[in-house]
């Protein structure tokens, strides 16, 4: 049983588009939501997170859209760069625990 | 900027064979955990703790133990170890205040076991 799910294992975007990953959750009582951008040969690094109080979180040109409802959320990268180029891992956890849940991650490649 | 390292980066093991992986954190952080990242499995949780002398079962800990012998240093031992476990192993430390907080990776260990 998968609690976080990623809907993309890999995903292709031309240099300057929007990259747009998707996930969703089952657990009702998630309530934060990291995302986690991995380069080959490094650990895991927290790129940008929510909280389900919020629907949207900006940070420059990383953005998380989240629906609670419907519980999924979205992260978006606008005008990719090559440098983006990774695999993004959307995570869930809820407040009152230290352990967090990984989805099996979306790997990126931005042509140029 | 908060450090976790790891050691040893990469190992090669026998069938059968004992292992043990390193590492520490010099973040302060309560939480430690025990991560292996397989392709189509993303990152999945073996074993964690709050603290020294603490130990937490993750979600596969089958075939693995680990101990925290200190707030800086968290092990994991293979004492059997079979090519299932052949996979890339990550630490993370965490949580210098309230849940949930930002999981701080180390560089990662690579484990063959033939």
């Known amino acids: 049983q998968q609690q976080v799910r990623q809907s993309s294992q890999s995903l292709t975007v031309w240099e300057g588009e929007t990259a747009i990953l998707n996930c969703s959750y089952e657990?009702?009582?998630?309530?934060?939501f990291p995302w986690y951008q991995q380069f080959p040969g490094e650990g895991p690094a927290l790129l940008i997170a929510?909280?389900?109080?919020?629907d949207k979180k900006e940070d420059g040109r990383f953005t998380i859209f989240f629906n609670k409802r419907e519980k999924n959320l979205s992260l978006h990268i606008k005008d990719s760069q090559p440098g983006d180029s990774a695999t993004y891992f959307c995570?869930?956890?809820?407040?009152?625990?230290?352990?967090?849940?990984f989805g099996k991650g979306t790997h990126l490649h931005v042509l140029p | 900027e908060a450090a976790v390292t790891q050691s040893p980066r990469n190992k090669v093991t026998v069938t059968g064979g004992n292992v043990t992986l390193s590492c520490r954190q010099t973040?302060?952080?309560?939480?430690m955990y025990w991560y292996r990242q397989d392709t189509g499995h993303g990152l999945r949780l073996i074993h964690y703790?709050?603290?020294?002398?603490?130990?937490q079962i993750g979600d596969v800990p089958d075939g693995y133990k680990a101990t925290r012998t200190t707030q800086e240093d968290f092990f994991l031992l293979l004492e059997l170890a079979s090519p299932s476990q052949t996979s890339l192993y990550f630490c993370?430390?965490?949580?210098?205040?309230?849940?949930?907080?930002?999981?701080?990776f180390g560089p990662g260990t690579r484990l063959l076991v033939l």
């Open positions: 995570a869930a956890s809820d407040t009152n625990a230290y352990k967090v849940i």
């Open positions: 657990n009702s009582a998630f309530d934060y």
């Open positions: 993370a430390s965490s949580g210098a205040g309230g849940a949930p907080d930002t999981q701080y």
């Open positions: 703790s709050y603290g020294a002398g603490n130990l």
């Open positions: 973040n302060s952080h309560n939480y």
């Open positions: 929510i909280r389900s109080v919020s």
